[in-house]
């Protein structure tokens, strides 16, 4: 009798610990759903999964690449319909980057995890701010997109000491737009002003370009630059110009850019992913999750350019750099 009840002890504890791994997350699916596939969207995919699997979770994906460059029009449906095929073949969680506005409707309970959430005036309704802290009204979480505006204004005042007007060329209908006024702030305490040039298509952000250089001593070009696919004229426009343009993608030192600073995206990956950890292991709604910002920023320069526009880029820059282009 104390063999059988010895066997039947160890057979339940056996049966406990293979629940407990399979409650820890050993073995899940996880769906994946970008905005565009580039190097930066690779590194923050990455950054996510090595989150998981450094807390011991085996992630099976299933990737998706809505992307937005090629069907600027369809995009969202095609997530859409990716989602639901998804959901349809039981992933646990969707890691979403770009798209978890655009999906919220189409997962039913499955948590969304994003690494680029659009937290600004034009997509408010999608949150609720609770004190200091900022949740998503539908089943996601993650780390939201901003700029630095501080780094910014610090590299102009120590790189372009002559400038005194900055021009901040930006989409007010995009969704990952910043208020004028944070860049403002910031510029206020460096005696610095911000003049702001509004575009929406290729065409109006040269033309804001070109609208900004007669008034302004340099410009801050933000990522819908790229996304209008204005980025390789602009970057040009400046050279050819001697006008001095940054812009918030770090990559663009490579086709140019004197100055870009982004986000650390690998780092905005492993951030989202630890927070699909908790939800894994705790078992609880991803928007009781606070959203919040990187804590780590990628920064490029091209020192070819710097010597075209007459700059001299201060060591310090160099050496915080991510990215040196020479």
């Known amino acids: 009798m104390r063999?059988?009840?010895?066997?039947?002890?160890?057979?339940?504890?056996?049966?406990?610990?293979?629940?407990?791994?399979?409650?820890?997350?050993?073995?899940?699916?996880?769906?994946?759903?970008?905005l565009l596939e580039n190097d930066d969207f690779v590194a923050m995919r990455e950054g996510f999964l090595q989150a998981l699997?450094?807390?011991?979770?085996?992630?099976?994906?299933?990737?998706?690449?809505?992307?937005?460059?090629?069907?600027?029009?369809?995009?969202?449906?095609?997530?859409?319909?990716?989602?639901?095929?998804?959901?349809?073949?039981?992933?646990d969680i969707m890691f979403v980057p770009g798209m978890h506005l655009h999906l919220g409707d189409s997962t039913g309970n499955v948590p969304l995890?994003?690494?680029?959430?659009?937290?600004?005036?034009?997509?408010?309704?999608?949150?609720?701010?609770?004190?200091?802290?900022?949740?998503?009204k539908s089943n996601a979480t993650g780390v939201y997109l901003t700029y630095s505006f501080r780094d910014i204004v610090k590299f102009i005042?120590?790189?372009?000491?002559?400038?005194?007007?900055?021009?901040?060329?930006?989409?007010?209908?995009?969704?990952?737009?910043?208020?004028?006024?944070?860049?403002?702030?910031?510029?206020?305490?460096a005696g610095l002003k911000v003049v702001s040039y509004?575009?929406?298509?290729?065409?109006?952000?040269?033309?804001?370009?070109?609208?900004?250089?007669?008034?302004?001593?340099?410009?801050?070009?933000?990522?819908?630059?790229?996304?209008?696919n204005a980025h390789a004229q602009s970057i040009q426009f400046g050279i050819k110009n001697r006008?001095?343009?940054?812009?918030?993608?770090?990559?663009?030192?490579?086709?140019?850019?004197?100055?870009a600073i982004q986000y650390s995206m690998r780092r905005?990956?492993?951030?989202t992913g630890n927070k699909a950890v908790e939800v894994l292991t705790k078992k609880v709604a991803a928007n009781s999750i606070p959203c919040e910002t990187s804590d780590k920023y990628d920064i490029g320069v091209n020192i070819k350019t710097a010597e075209t526009l007459g700059i001299q880029i201060p060591y310090t820059w160099i050496e915080l750099s991510t990215n040196v282009v020479k």
């Open 3 to 34: 063999r059988i009840i010895y066997l039947l002890l160890t057979v339940t504890l056996a049966l406990t610990a293979f629940s407990a791994k399979v409650y820890a997350g050993d073995n899940i699916k996880v769906g994946i759903i970008q």
């Open 53 to 91: 699997k450094a807390k011991g979770f085996n992630a099976q994906t299933e990737f998706f690449n809505a992307d937005i460059m090629k069907y600027p029009d369809t995009f969202v449906q095609r997530g859409r319909d990716a989602a639901k095929k998804m959901v349809a073949e039981g992933v």
């Open 113 to 136: 995890f994003d690494a680029t959430l659009y937290i600004t005036d034009a997509t408010m309704g999608a949150f609720v701010k609770k004190g200091d802290k900022v949740y998503s």
């Open 157 to 189: 005042k120590e790189a372009i000491p002559k400038a005194k007007t900055i021009a901040y060329i930006h989409n007010p209908k995009s969704p990952v737009d910043r208020p004028v006024d944070e860049f403002r702030a910031e510029a206020d305490k």
């Open 198 to 228: 509004a575009f929406g298509t290729k065409e109006e952000a040269l033309a804001a370009l070109a609208k900004a250089k007669p008034k302004t001593e340099v410009a801050f070009a933000t990522n819908d630059i790229f996304v209008s």
């Open 243 to 259: 006008y001095p343009v940054l812009f918030a993608i770090a990559p663009l030192a490579n086709s140019g850019a004197l100055f």
């Open 268 to 271: 905005a990956g492993e951030i």
